[in-house]
């Protein structure tokens, strides 16, 4: 990951483009997330979001 916000905000906002191209061989939807955690280390909004959803599948794992 690289060490400068901006290019981790590149980074992240390449990830989610190549993702919404998920239907070609070599970039995938996997690529979505991957983005979203790279800008939840500079983007507080997504970083709640992200947060929450650890928190919602670490209940829904204890759970069973």
Not at 26 to 33: A, E, Q
């Amino acid at each position: 990951m690289p060490r400068s916000r901006a290019g981790r905000m590149a980074v992240g906002g390449v990830l989610i483009v190549g993702g919404t191209l998920g239907f070609l061989p070599v970039l995938g939807f996997w690529m979505v997330p991957l983005g979203l955690i790279v800008l939840s280390h500079d983007l507080p909004s997504v970083r709640r979001k992200r947060r929450r959803l650890a928190v919602w599948w670490e209940r829904r794992r204890q759970e069973r």
